[in-house]
């Protein structure tokens, strides 16, 4: 059972960056498929990035495209989501999420197994 744990959070300008972490125990982080999601106030939770273990896949919802970066560092069981350019319509309340295999369904909230408790992004204009 994988306990995620998410910080890096913070309030920035906008055109800031920020990088968010996501440390993994109780499981083999390295075998698992890694997501970040994100729910602004008052909005529906929705996806911004997710990783594949195993071939390395990764996916972006295009509102973060060429903006923001997944990655993850095995050895210290950790996953990362590099946030540049950071805009007003960014702030949101930033969940990772894990699970032992995601496949296709990594834009689905619901398919998650793994959840950390949050870590709250605003930028401010």
């Known amino acids: 059972q994988a306990q995620l744990v998410e910080s890096g959070g913070g309030l920035v300008q906008a055109g800031d960056s920020l990088r968010l972490s996501c440390a993994a125990s109780?499981?083999?982080?390295?075998?698992?498929?890694m997501g970040w999601f994100r729910q602004a106030p008052g909005k529906e939770r929705e996806f911004v990035a997710a990783?594949?273990?195993?071939?390395?896949?990764?996916y972006y919802a295009d509102s973060v495209k060429g903006r923001f970066t997944i990655s993850r560092d095995n050895a210290k069981n950790t996953g990362y989501l590099q946030m540049n350019s950071l805009k007003p319509e960014d702030t949101a309340l930033y969940y990772c999420?894990?699970?032992?295999?995601?496949?296709?369904?990594?834009?689905?909230?619901?398919?998650?197994?793994?959840w950390g408790q949050g870590t709250q992004v605003i930028v401010s204009s």
């Open positions: 999420a894990a699970d032992a295999s995601i496949g296709l369904d990594y834009h689905r909230g619901a398919s998650w197994t793994y």
């Open positions: 109780g499981g083999t982080f390295s075998v698992y498929d």
């Open positions: 990783n594949h273990w195993r071939g390395g896949g990764t």
